[in-house]
């Protein structure tokens, strides 16, 4: 019972072991996991903010 399971690393979809050979894993490396890391963090500040505001000033104007 030696198989480990093979996944794909979410950021460059590469095949990898689940295994100690990747200790990044589910990614592949450490580059893809602060690939990763760094878009759903883009997209959390992105939240709040001017796009949100300019959105709505916009949409009273059309009114
Ligand atoms: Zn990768």
Same mark, same amino acid.
Request: proline share 20%.
């Given at each position: 019972m030696s198989n480990a399971p093979e996944i794909s690393c !979410?950021?460059?979809?590469k095949s990898i072991v689940?295994? %100690? %050979?990747? !200790?990044h894993r589910p990614f592949c490396s450490a580059r893809c996991k602060q690939i990763d890391f760094g878009d759903w963090a883009n997209e959390a500040h992105s939240i709040p903010g001017e796009p949100v505001m300019d959105a709505e000033l916009l949409d009273e104007t059309q009114h």
């Open positions: !979410p950021t460059c979809r689940w295994g %100690d %050979d990747y !200790p």
